[in-house]
């Protein structure tokens, strides 16, 4: 970029640096949301909430369909190319 065009854009820095801090705000949640350990740990637990009778084996297959939905989700998010 050259001296005029950043001179000329200048009115419009506080716009970017926004929407930057949006992009990384963006990526931080992305992250968090396509994450596998929670759904690995919910995975465990529930089924130590199975071995301890905690709950039935309708309610863990249920919740576990719901699990490894979402871990399926999250696995085709990351073979797009996403980290």
Do not use: C, K, N
């Not at 905690?54 to 297959?61: A, G, K, L, R, Y």
Request: proline fraction near 6%; glycine fraction near 4%.
């Amino acid at each position: 970029m050259g001296l005029f065009t950043q001179i000329a854009t200048l009115p419009l820095a506080p716009v970017r640096g926004v929407v930057w801090v949006v992009d990384r705000v963006r990526e931080a949640a992305e992250d968090e949301y396509y994450d596998p350990a929670p759904v690995h740990r919910a995975l465990a637990e529930l089924e130590a909430q199975l071995t301890a009778g905690e709950i039935d084996e309708e309610t863990f297959d249920r919740r576990e369909d719901e699990l490894l939905d979402r871990l399926e989700e999250i696995m085709a998010y990351r073979s797009e190319g996403r980290p």
